[in-house]
């Protein structure tokens, strides 16, 4: 069946003996690791300087190691590259528990692994004996080479203001990566592998069941009068009690070796009497159908069905569980090799579900619709069950695979699409990046319709024989990668792309269903449907693997905030701003002059104010600058606020959504259409012309698909998603590369947003004061948990914020000075920063100076009071609510901030935890009036102290 694989198998042969070369030289070039104590010997949290990452020979001559002294991930390299080895290296453990491909694409319609080695008998663990006996995937793309190197930054950080000190951008570390080849069209065909149906293959007959040609035959149910094929006038759609047979019937003449057709299950939830694809035998009939409700004991869930002739498997596919949300496609092939059972879910590719042993002779016709559970006749007349509605829309038949068939371009497309994958370890830090890039050196454009860029079979973090409700926890590593929206919290930002789901080749596993989700598999849910022309190339978003090294909430929480800290270090810029209520000259000038004498050092001019940064019309441009430069020779930097999502535009430059689904806010404009193309235009010549250096960019693109095809910036629904994100990190990371500060509410902190909001419910400012001061202390201490302090902003509305009239409002300032201070005492002790939203930041002499004091203590301990919050007790409004700002590379470890919300004083003692201060033995700490005083620390590294905190008042601790 195979012609003319010679020549084929001869690139083969010489790639191999390339690969076998290359891995001798490589080996003579490259250091092992150097030996590594049981346990790191300081903990990177306090002090990561010896952790330094680098790629080293592997325990095996065909093995190579990327580590930095707190994970390491091993690659083998022949017969395909393929990760043999995941360890997290501060705890011991292994994290891996089996092998996959390292990446999957689908190009052109037909889904690829990117390396990855097979045959391994059991995936609840993984021994070291059992890898050399893996083998290669001819259908995967094969290993041909890698290359070290140093990280190169994704984009360029302008350093323009204050951040944390001794930052490095890029951050240091090593770069490896890994090229492969795509396999060619022969070893496709020959691995058995699932590929459009077309592939090689002429069609030979088809029906989309408009009309019932006469080659068709049916056979109907008689259990009931309402019992169809074709219902009210519509060939196909079957009407007919639940467990009852109706289908249609035909002759496969010719060279017949694959048929497929697609079905609709609508509301049928059969089991035994499921809609499937039947082929008949001299002797026996084989039968594959999908079963939307389940078995028995299946708990309703969706699956596969196969009927071999002689036994039923009624959990096809090891439980691949499809989601059956519209029609389902189903196809038989066959060959000397084997039956094969293949699906294709709605914008999937097909996969095999059941490899059946192959058949003598030829079937003779082919059935679509409802049979029995044998693929035959009968109904279960004692339950027929209630009446369902199903609809067979496709069907088509095809010869055998001919290689002259394929198509020429294809082919070529094979030999020249180029696809690495890439890594990146830190220095310092447990995290691990990685992303893909395609290459097309070919003739022709080719399309990449999904990608997954990053696949771990990892360890699970518990078993559960139950999952009726709650399914056990996902692994205890944290997963984000750059292409985030849509939410304050990392893992819900990230839920788009970041999957775990149950592994399907972990058939041991203790979950009755196997349903354990310990298979990661990052890959966006919609496109990118991205088509890469003649010589470009496609580059995938970024994911950040860092396993935990324990459980405790407070350690998980730091060694998050230290990844940001080191992956986008400008969410450690941190200014002092206020939002300028008006935006007409004369305020803004006050508000200027205002933030200069008190020390803040930046002037938004908020929503509502009127400002305009869509005006794009030289006078006003030209207004602009001139608020740039004053704001300049001041000392204070200017920036406004802008509105993307959340309204309407109309005119067809709206998002439009598929049937059923509504845009994020509400309503959108399509960032691809027009008016966003527009849009963003503006954006850049206003600050190109301005000088203007922050941007408040409210409603940010929250990942709205849109299905129209007349908008220039995108294709259709695949492609609409990633590119809108494209043009909006393309912007946001331009914005970075010229040192023009972002507020985004929302996470786009690692595609180059310097704060998002800490988070809070914007009708709280209309309490009363009192209640405001605790929401803003329980916001901090809640919103900090993995954000750092500078990553997250507050709120003090100066005026009437959403109502709530003079009782929660601080204006005039001067008559409610104890509160505005404790607003800013609340923030500035936590080193957060707050949006002071009104005209002015004083209105008297006492109040200026009031602020100036605060604003001058912040500045005089930044370094400390802008490292990690440690959460000691969260605020309650019954008792002192406190937090421990901790900087343990600097001379003040820590700064330990008391509270207390009621009306009388409070002097108490409390434990105070010194551990992440990076103090060991001992601590000096001093009051607000210099008086020190030494304690020595205890086994758990914490002290005793005695605090003696006013009413509704403020007091403060430094610690050295």
Known sequence: MFKSTYFYKGIVLTFILALHFFLAEAQTAMGAEPARPPKPLTDWLLDNSAFKADVYQGQSPKEIAISNGLIRRTFRLAPNAATVGLDNLITGESLLRGVKPEAEITIDGITYAVGGLKGQPNYAYLRTEWIDQLTNDQASLQFTGYEVSQPKAPFEWKQVRHHTANLDWPPKGVHLRMDYRMPLPDELVQSGKSLPSDYGRKQLMATDFKALDAAWKTTVSKAHPRSSFINEGKVGEIYTPQNTSIFAERSLTGDVHLVEATI???TDRSGDWAPGLALVYPDRTIKFSLTPGGHVNDQGRSLFSVWDGEKET?????????????????RIRWDDTGIYCEAKIPNETWRLVEKLAPQKGKPTSVRIGKMDAKGQATDNKDDLGELVRLHVTHFAAYGDYNQAATNAAAKEANRAVKVSVHYELYDGIPVMAKWITIDNQSKSAVTLDRFTSEIIAAVEDGSAVEARKYLPHTPNIHVETDMAFASFDADDANHHVVHWGPDPEYNTQVNYLKLTPCLLKVSPEVGPGQLIAPGKSFTSFRTFVMPFDGYDRERN???????????????????LMMHARFADWDRVKVAIDQAAEVGFEMVILTFGSGFDIENNSPEYLAEMKKYA??????GVEIGGYSLLASRKIGNGQDVVMPEGMTPTFGNSPCIGSEWGEAYFQKLYNFYQQTGFTLLEHDGSYPGDVCTSHDHPGHRGYEDSQWNQYQVISDFYQWCRSQGIYLNVPDY??????????MGYREVNWSLPRAQQLVHTRQNIYDGSWVKRSSM???FVPLTEYHGGGAAATIEPLNEHLDHYEGMITSNLGGGVQACYRGPRLYDTEETKAMVTGWVDWYKSHRSVLEGDIIHLRRPDGRDI???LNVNPGGEEKGLLSVYNPLDVPIKKEIYVPLYYTGLSQRAVVSDRDGVAKTYDLDREYGIRLEVDVPANGFEWLLIK
């Open 264 to 266: 609709d299950p609508g």
């Open 748 to 757: 786009y902190y690692l595609a180059g947003s310097n704060k998002s909001g």
């Open 792 to 794: 997250g902003w507050m």
């Open 557 to 575: 929480g730091l060694a998050q905030r230290k990844m940001y800290r080191t992956l986008a270090p400008w969410t450690t810029e941190n200014p």
């Open 881 to 883: 609510d406190y937090w």
């Open 629 to 634: 430069d004053y704001a300049k020779s001041k």
């Open 314 to 330: 009624k959990i096809a596919g090891e439980r691949v569980n499809p989601e059956f949300n519209g029609a389902v496609s189903l």
